[in-house]
C-alpha cells in the first residue's frame, strides 16, 4: 500500500556514466516533483510535472531530464554524471496543479557518485 | 530574491515546549507548509497555514501572521522521536514552493 515508491534506495556509479531513479505513485494524484537535497539537507525542487505542463527549475544542469510515461510515473534521468550529483533525491506527489497542495514524498533514493 | 530564514538547530528538553521559528520574504504568498523528516526519511507534512492565527493539532501548532512575514511550529510535550528536522515552506505568487534549510531540532532526556 506504498504510496510514492521510488527505485533504488542506493544507487553508486563512476562519474561519466548515465543512470535513471524510477518513481511511481498509487494516490491518483496530478502532480509530482523531483527535488535533490544535498549534504547541507537543503532541500531543493528540480522538477514539477502535471499532464499539463513540465516547470524545470532553471538553475538544474539540463544533463538531468524527467520523463513521464504516465500520470502515475515521473522518472528521472541523469547523463554524464558528476561528483556534485551526489545528493538524496526525492521524488513527491499532490493532488491536483496547485502547489499549496500537501506533498507526499517517496523514501528518497541516495545517489553517489565516485 | 526569495528568502526563508530558519534556525539551524535547537535543543529542548523532553516533556518541554520549544517553538521553531520561520521567517520569510518572498514575491507573494499563498501559503506555508510545515514538514517533518527524520534521519535517512522523507519529510512529512505536519501543516499548512494560508489565514493568519493558530491552528492547533495535538501536540503541534502553528501560528502564522502574513504582515509580519513570520510563522512557528510549536510543539508541546516533547518527545524523543520528535527529534527530526523541521522544513518550512512557502508557495509564492506564481504558486511554486520556496523551501528553508530546515531547523534540527535535539531533544534530551
Known amino acids: 500500500d506504498t504510496a510514492v515508491s521510488q527505485t533504488p534506495k542506493y544507487l553508486v556509479t563512476q562519474m561519466g556514466n548515465d543512470k535513471s531513479i524510477k518513481c511511481e505513485q498509487n494516490l491518483g494524484h496530478d502532480t509530482m516533483y523531483w527535488y535533490k537535497q544535498d549534504s547541507k539537507k537543503f532541500l531543493k525542487i528540480m522538477f514539477s510535472?502535471?499532464?499539463?505542463?513540465?516547470?524545470i527549475n532553471e538553475t538544474v544542469p539540463n544533463r538531468f531530464s524527467p520523463k513521464s510515461p504516465d500520470k502515475a510515473h515521473l522518472n528521472l534521468h541523469i547523463n554524464s554524471l558528476e561528483l556534485g550529483d551526489s545528493a538524496v533525491y526525492f521524488c513527491?506527489?499532490?493532488?491536483?496543479?496547485?502547489?499549496?497542495?500537501?506533498?507526499?514524498f517517496g523514501p528518497g533514493t541516495r545517489l553517489t557518485v565516485l | 530574491g526569495q528568502n526563508i530564514d530558519q534556525p539551524t538547530e535547537m535543543t529542548a528538553t523532553e516533556g518541554a515546549i520549544v517553538q521553531i521559528n520561520c521567517t520569510y520574504q518572498t514575491s507573494g504568498f499563498n501559503g506555508l507548509f510545515w514538514y517533518q523528516q527524520h534521519a535517512g526519511e522523507a519529510p512529512t507534512f505536519l501543516s499548512y497555514?494560508?489565514l493568519d492565527g493558530l491552528e492547533e493539532k495535538g501536540r503541534f501548532s502553528s501560528f502564522l501572521s502574513r504582515s509580519k512575514g513570520y510563522s512557528y511550529l510549536l510543539l508541546k510535550e516533547l518527545q524523543m522521536k520528535d527529534s527530526a528536522s523541521y522544513l518550512c515552506?512557502?508557495?509564492?505568487?506564481?504558486?511554486?514552493?520556496?523551501w528553508g534549510a530546515g531547523t534540527k531540532l535535539i531533544i534530551k532526556p
Open positions: 497555514n494560508v
Open positions: 515552506a512557502v508557495v509564492d505568487s506564481n504558486y511554486q514552493l520556496i
Open positions: 510535472y502535471n499532464n499539463k505542463e513540465l516547470i
Open positions: 513527491a506527489s499532490s493532488q491536483g496543479t496547485e502547489t499549496y497542495n500537501e506533498q507526499f
